[in-house]
């Protein structure tokens, strides 16, 4: 998609499609001459928030678009409601351009900046669409939206929060777009291609084969890979965008391009979605993407874990004993618990650069889609400063977390009879128990953990691009 900012009176934009909210629509109909026809056709249509009622006009804009109630609410909760419906219908529209009074949409302490910045990320997710294998494109995934405009006042004002939009909305396809892919092709050969795709002036980008990790004694992201013909990468994304001397942030996705739990093999419910467990790779990626598009002023580090995790015949087995990168040993105890196996060496790595933070994303556990279902990731740190700032990045761009306890009890479930620990802690809090997993090989910097395995995906769509609009606008607070 591609996002401009227009100015002047509705009567002069030049536009396929205007969008006002229906507090205003009467008055924007009667610039348009169309006042008595939009009257009559709005009398009958629905007067409720996040209702979608169409106008025609004989010129331009040949179309208006009104959205929500005549007495609409400006609560925050209003305008997601009126504004998600509003991108829906867009994209579904037989046009190829739009254009947002956004001005014209009230919300309570939220600035013109906050309002571009929803309502381009709603437009960006419904207008994505996944259809590189339909042999025959079906009509309605033929998206025609390609442009859209914010109608403002003040060029200014809502200049930076396009700039942005424009940067998540590439952020976002690219990590729907891995998500989304099958597990024959997105593989981490794919993984390591897409993320080389990055490479550009002042991001270079290094793949750390099996030998390469093998050097640096990862035994346990070895561990699982072991089971599969296809090799393990790990992809380190380096984006200078401020002074060598600054301490990066450092983002670490799981990208298990497929799970089939190894030789504790999954049964057939549920099996095909773990195609979409190397979505927290995917996101990492995407977050990239988009701080190196908007050029922020920071350090930024990328790492996505590739492997597979495949049952073959020399597959790790169920007590075998790994030694880490950092010396701990880890009985696995279940092959299927793979994630934190290469996470854990990934945060040893991570170490090198001396982080000022570092964020790992995984759809680690089905327990956290128990816990909070689809509605938010959850968050781990074991710094309160790093979880908070998160924690505010999540309102602030509508993709919520919630924060979870790290206490020490919990660590006692990890314990192991022939290890340093297991790598499973019991049926208990198992998102907790993951987490406190990573957290004994993040001791050296600030970290937080997000397990996005009920958010990152969905059933019936595919690939969300969650957590990545919570990370960019995390990054974005992260210079000023
Ligand atoms: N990739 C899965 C977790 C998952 C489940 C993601 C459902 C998305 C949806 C992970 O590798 C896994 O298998 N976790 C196990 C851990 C258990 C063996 C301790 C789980 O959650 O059952
Ligand atoms: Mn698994
Ligand atoms: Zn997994």
């Given at each position: ?30 610039a ?65 351009d ?26 960006s ?7 590189v294998?339909?042999s ?63 490479a ?174 689809s509605q ?6 074991n ?15 509508r ?7 790290l ?12 290890a340093d ?44 691009g969650r ?10 607070g992260?210079?000023?």
């Amino acid at each position: 998609m591609r996002y401009s900012i227009k100015t002047g009176s509705v009567a002069a934009v030049k536009t396929a499609c205007l969008v006002v909210p229906r507090s205003r629509a009467i008055a924007t109909a009667e610039a348009l001459g169309i006042g008595e026809q939009a009257r009559l056709t709005l009398a009958g249509t629905k007067n409720e928030t996040g209702s979608v009622a169409s106008l025609f006009s004989s010129g331009k804009p040949s179309r208006l678009l009104v959205v929500g109630k005549d007495d609409e609410a400006t609560t925050e909760a209003a305008f997601h409601k009126n504004v998600e419906a509003a991108a829906k219908a867009v994209a579904g529209l037989d046009v190829a351009d739009a254009t947002l009074c956004l001005d014209d949409f009230e919300v309570d302490g939220r600035d013109a900046q906050w309002k571009t910045r929803i309502a381009l990320a709603a437009i960006s997710q419904a207008s994505y669409r996944f259809d590189v294998y339909k042999s025959k494109r079906p009509k309605k995934s033929k998206a025609k939206l390609r442009r859209v405009a914010v109608l403002a006042k003040d060029r200014a004002a809502v200049a930076p929060a396009v700039r942005h939009a424009q940067a998540l909305d590439g952020g976002l396809a690219l990590a729907k777009d891995l998500g989304n892919q099958p597990p024959n092709v997105c593989n981490p050969t794919f993984v390591a291609e897409a993320a080389s795709a990055l490479a550009a002036d002042g991001v270079a980008v290094e793949v750390i084969e099996e030998d390469g990790m093998a050097e640096l004694g990862m035994g346990a992201f070895l561990a699982v890979t072991k089971g599969t013909d296809t090799p393990a990468k790990m992809v380190v994304v380096r984006y200078q965008g401020a002074a060598a001397s600054e301490a990066p942030c450092v983002l670490i996705g799981k990208g298990i391009t497929f799970d089939t739990g190894g030789i504790n093999m999954k049964s057939t419910a549920g099996m095909a979605e773990m195609k979409f467990d190397m979505c927290g790779a995917a996101s990492v990626l995407g977050a990239a993407k988009a701080a190196i598009d908007a050029q922020l002023p920071i350090n930024l580090i990328a790492i996505a874990a590739a492997a597979e995790n495949m049952p073959g015949g020399r597959a790790t087995r169920p007590s075998d004993i790994v030694t880490t990168m950092s010396g701990q040993t880890v009985e696995i105890l279940n092959t299927d618990a793979e994630g934190r196996l290469v996470l854990c060496d990934a945060l040893t790595y991570a170490s090198r650069f001396k982080p000022r933070a570092v964020i790992d994303v995984a759809t680690l556990t089905g327990a956290q889609v128990v816990a909070l279902g689809s509605q938010a990731s959850a968050l781990y740190a074991n710094d309160d400063g790093l979880a908070d700032a998160l924690l505010a990045a999540g309102e602030q761009s509508r993709d919520r977390l919630w924060r979870m306890p790290l206490w020490d009890e919990y660590q006692e479930q990890l314990k192991s009879k022939f290890a340093d620990m297991k790598n499973i802690g019991g049926s208990a809090a198992g998102s907790i128990t993951a987490a406190c997993f990573l957290s004994r090989f993040a001791k050296t910097f600030p970290w937080a953990h997000l397990d996005v395995a009920g958010t990152a995906f969905k059933s019936a769509s595919g690939a969300t691009g969650r957590p990545v609009p919570a990370l960019f606008q995390y990054l974005l607070g992260l210079v000023r």
